[in-house]
Nanobody, 118 residues
């Protein structure tokens, strides 16, 4: 199994920046793709960004040009650098890991709150 722990959330003014971190432990060698999701109360969960084990990335249209997902394989860390933050970015952000080798599975962190407000 895989354990994921997010950190780095907080309160920031519009236009500011935050960097979220996700520490992975356990059977990390089976991870194929990792991603960041976010959810506001009463809203559907949204995929923010993904990165594969070879470094390919994807982004939601709403964050392109502002957010950057990256990995530090040596430290087993996943990052989400968030710049030019908007009030619409306010949400709980979750780290996800997909394992495609046997046994397959999806794992989630506990989430970290990001609030963008003046």
């Amino acid at each position: 199994q895989v354990q994921l722990v997010e950190s780095g959330g907080g309160l920031v003014q519009p236009g500011g920046s935050l960097r979220l971190s996700c520490a992975a432990s356990g059977s990390i060698f089976g991870i194929y793709v990792m991603g960041w999701y976010r959810r506001d109360p009463g809203k559907q969960r949204e995929l923010v960004a993904t990165i594969t084990n070879v470094g390919s990335t994807t982004y939601a249209d709403s964050v392109k040009g502002r957010f950057t997902i990256s990995r530090d394989s040596a430290k087993n860390l996943l990052y989400l650098q968030m710049n030019s933050l908007k009030p619409e970015d306010t949400a709980v952000y979750y780290c996800n890991a997909e394992v495609r080798s046997t046994p397959r599975g999806n794992y989630w962190g506990q989430g970290t709150q990001v609030t963008v407000s003046s």
